[in-house]
């Protein structure tokens, strides 16, 4: 089993940045991809980025060049940096652990990760 926390969300004006933070925990070695997902009101799931312990990145289209995917294994921690926020970003982003070939098309789906977090609030205002 793994246990994911997650932290870091809030409200930020539009153009403002937050940083989100998922602690690990548990069986952590079963688990090689770490991604961040978000759900808007309303809306499905969806991929944000993905991260493997070892090294190699991947993010959804709409998020390139704002938000950064980044690990340090020693603390077990991933962290989603998110600038130049919009009020589309908003949502419930959550942290997602699995072990899965590093394929973007494995990468983006929630079936690839057999564990999540709770989720943290994140409210972009216009």
């Known amino acids: 089993q793994v246990q994911l926390v997650e932290s870091g969300g809030g409200l930020v004006q539009a153009g403002g940045s937050l940083q989100l933070s998922c602690a690990a925990s548990?069986?952590?070695?079963?688990?090689?991809?770490m991604a961040w997902f978000r759900q808007a009101p309303g809306k499905e799931r969806e991929f944000v980025a993905a991260t493997k312990w070892t090294g190699g990145t991947i993010y959804q289209d709409s998020v390139k060049g704002r938000f950064t995917i980044s690990r340090e294994n020693a603390k077990n921690t991933v962290y989603l940096q998110m600038n130049s926020l919009k009020p589309e970003d908003t949502g419930v982003y959550y942290c997602?652990?699995?072990?899965?070939?590093?394929?973007?098309?494995?990468?983006?789906?929630?079936?690839?990760?057999?564990?999540w977090g709770r989720g943290t609030q994140v409210t972009v205002s216009s």
């Open positions: 548990g069986r952590t070695s079963s688990s090689d991809t």
């Open positions: 997602a652990a699995g072990q899965t070939p590093w394929t973007l098309a494995n990468a983006m789906r929630r079936s690839s990760y057999a564990y």
